[in-house]
Each structure stands twice: as C-alpha cells, then as structure tokens.
C-alpha cells in the first residue's frame, strides 16, 4: 500500500504530526522502533513544564499555540493532560534566566510576580534560599503529562484512520522526485512525502547532512520527601533555580497517579550514541541532584524512589531544527529538541503536517531552518 505520508519516529512529534495529518483525512504511517510510548527516548518521565514566558517571539508563539491544542487534545481525549499550575524561579540577583522571564513578561504583557527572599519564604517555607536570591512566579506555566499526551495523540491518529507501528526499526529510507521509500526489518513501505522524527536517532537517519548534533544522556530522579504534605501539587510549585554557581536545577510536586518528588539537574553533559547508552543509573547519577535538595530544599532530602534516563538531541547553536530536507523536496526533517521541545511538541506536529500537505505554515519557524548552519 502507498501512503500519502509515512512518519519515522512515533514519539511526541511524530504522533502529533500522525494525529495532525490523520484529523485531515491524510493516509499516515507512523514507525517506531520501540513499543508506541516507549521510555527509551525523551517522551517519558511523568511530567514537563510548559510556560508562555519565552523571550524569542517564534518561541512564544509556538508555546501559546501548543498550550492551546494540549487544551484541545485534552478535551477530545478525556485525558488530564495540562495542569494550569505557577512555576517558580529562584536565583542570584544576577540571573540571566530570571531576567530573560521578566523581559518577556514585560514585552508579552504576561502576569509575572517579583519575590523577595522573605516573600519566598513566607510563601514557600520549603526552599531556604541565600539572602541575594531572588524568586520570580510565572502565572503562565504549567505541568504536562507526557505519557497521557504521546497516548492520546496516538489513539486519536489511529481512530481517524492512521497507521502506527511499533517494534518496526527503519533501515534506510531514500527519495525521488516520484515519491519516497522506506525500509524497515520487515517490509518496504512507499508514500508521496516522508517527515524525520526521531529524536536522539535523527543522528544516524540524517546523517547525509552533516549536523553536528550532540546527543546527551540525561537522568531524572525521584525522591519522597521527609514532609511530604509540603510537596503536594496544592501547596508545592513547578520550580527551577540557579544555585550561583553554574548549575540549574528543576522539578516538580507530587502529582496524582506518581510517586514522589521529581528533580533533575538539567546540564551538557557527556555525549553518547543513543544505541548504546547507559540506561542504568548509578550513585553518581544521584549525586547529580541530590545536593540540590540538601542545600535548596532540605525537608525533601528524603529516600530515593526511582531514577530514569533520557537523552538531549542538541543542535550546534541548541536551536531547533524544523526544514525542508535540502536534498529531498518531498522529505522533513525535525529535530535538535533538547530538554525544551516536549513543551511544543504539539504545535510542532500541526507545522510538519502544514509542511507537508501544503508547503508552508503560518506558525513561525524560520529561525529553526536548515540554511542557517550555511
């Protein structure tokens, strides 16, 4: 059978553009060389943030757009999907990060709230902050939940008609002007248009192009705090913060369906191939986090519950990348995410479908093209 679109990669950009394309009455084949919702790449670990306060108008844009359709993906689906809930940033007066927020709620007319040390304290009792930290709380921010998102994007795609396809690794894809052609372990698949979604592995699926893409495993941990009725999603916010000396931590309360208190450590660290990488934490991976809580938030230093690895795909300039293939007229390619692109990932979808169908989108991604690494 020839489709009208086959998409590599069925994560949260690839079911997007699935459900995206599929809800236009376009035939779609969606493979994944895991099972469909796999925690083996960057669509997993029970929550992500999103927030409007982005400096960079195509990024806010993008941001407005996504949280609208995890709205709608949220009604269609039954599925709790966005929790509408303050984040908190805490750091130096000196923050860059802090800074950038208070810029683009200034810019963006967005509701941001200035905390002193004492303002935090008395509001937040939980984090023990030095006296020339500074808080900043975004009433734009909120909480996903990747799991439930990746589902109900995919079982609205394969209601409204489209092919997704687990355990089914492609082994090489090519392209004509005619159309393009995808192998996997198991068959031959031919469609008019291709979309490359594969997150860490877009390294070995497009490696024709020569990006230098930066592969990074990342780990994320779980811990029960010593007073937990202070982590709850009621009284404990979304938070990230500097702690003055180069490193950035973040996290998330406890949230129903979860166990425990998620934090991380969000920083470059050693590149890795993504066939072969470590998915075994170890102490030093807590030890990653860990002095976050002892020194910040000491009431929930408490046992450690859990640890997952994910990985980073990070661009040369740690931009998106969503283009035209430049060899291939009738192939797209999205990737270089980061730890940021779950947060768009749905608005995303919706410009690969754009892309695809119609060669433009209104959505603004011109500073995500190809034509400038030159």
């Keep these: 059978m020839k489709y009208d679109v086959i998409v590599i990669g069925c994560g949260a950009m690839g079911t997007a553009v699935a459900y995206h394309l599929a809800r236009r009455g376009v035939s779609v084949l969606c493979l994944e060389q895991f099972a469909i919702g796999h925690a083996k790449g960057s669509s997993h670990g029970d929550s992500r943030k999103i927030r409007l ?98 589902a109900a994007q995919a079982e609205l795609a394969l209601r409204r008609g489209a092919v997704l396809q687990g355990h089914e690794p492609v082994v090489q894809w090519s392209s004509t002007g005619s159309g393009v052609t995808v192998k996997t372990d198991r068959s031959t698949y031919h469609a008019g248009r291709l979309l490359i979604c594969g997150g860490a592995w877009s390294i070995h699926l497009l490696n024709e192009l020569g990006l230098d893409l930066a592969v990074t495993r990342q780990v994320v941990g779980w811990v029960w705090p010593k007073k937990p009725r202070l982590f709850d999603l009621e009284t404990f916010p979304g938070w990230g913060l500097d702690d003055g000396e180069g490193r950035w931590y973040y996290g998330f309360p406890m949230l129903d369906g979860g166990l425990g208190m998620k934090l991380a450590r969000d920083w470059k660290a050693s590149c890795v191939d993504p066939d072969t990488v470590d998915r075994q934490p170890t102490q030093d991976d807590e030890e990653d986090f860990r002095p976050c809580l002892r020194r910040f938030i000491p009431d929930a230093d408490g046992p450690l519950l859990a640890m997952h690895v994910c990985m980073y795909t990070n661009s040369p300039d740690h931009k998106f990348i969503i283009d035209q293939h430049p060899q291939h007229e009738n192939v797209f390619v999205a990737c270089g995410f980061s730890g940021s692109g779950f947060k768009f990932s749905t608005a995303i979808g919706l410009v690969l479908a754009d892309l695809a169908m119609e060669g433009r989108t209104d959505l603004p991604i011109d500073a995500f093209r190809l034509d400038r690494f030159g």
């Excluded at 303002?119 to 990747?146: H, K, M, N, S």
Aim: proline residues 5%; negative net charge; charged residues 30%.
């Design 53 to 150: 306060t982005f400096l960079e108008s195509e990024l806010h844009e993008l941001a407005q757009r996504s949280l609208d359709l995890w709205q709608e993906l949220e009604h269609l689906s039954g599925r709790r999907i966005v929790y509408r809930h303050d984040g908190l940033y805490l750091g130096p007066r000196t923050c860059e990060f802090l800074q950038n927020l208070r810029d683009a709620a200034e810019l963006y007319e967005l509701p941001l709230e200035e905390l002193d040390r004492s303002q935090v304290a008395e509001r937040y009792p939980q984090f023990c902050i030095p006296d020339d930290y500074r808080g900043v709380l975004d009433e734009t921010a909120g909480i996903l939940r990747p799991e439930r998102a990746v």
